[in-house]
Nanobody, 116 residues
């Protein structure tokens, strides 16, 4: 069955770094666009970063441009989110997403908390 398993979240001080990972299984990873979303209580889930299948292009939310970087390793069926210069407003549950045509899969989320 399809699985997306996020890891790497945690508590970090403002200005710190974290690297999230999402291990995928149960589908042909390289053919899917991979994205990271985040959500805070009471707000809609927002798109943070997207990378197309085979890593052709990437896009970022304005709020994270220049600080976050998405990457993928199709040999390892894994997508990453490198988060630098973290701010308290980056605190959220981060979700991994895989999408191709009508197929749309989600991970269970990993908590990122930025606080001193």
């Amino acid at each position: 069955q399809v699985q997306l398993v996020e890891s790497g979240g945690g508590l970090v001080q403002p200005g710190g770094t974290l690297r999230l990972s999402c291990a995928a299984s149960g589908f042909t990873f390289s053919r899917y666009a991979m994205s990271w979303y985040r959500q805070v209580p009471g707000k809609e889930r927002e798109l943070v970063a997207t990378m197309t299948s085979f890593g052709g292009s990437e896009n970022y939310a304005d709020s994270v441009k220049g600080r976050f970087a998405i990457s993928r390793d199709n040999a390892k069926n894994t997508v990453y989110l490198q988060m630098n210069s973290l701010k308290p407003e980056d605190t959220a549950v981060y979700y991994c997403n895989a999408k191709r045509y009508y197929a749309n899969y989600w991970g269970q989320g990993t908590q990122v908390t930025v606080s001193s």
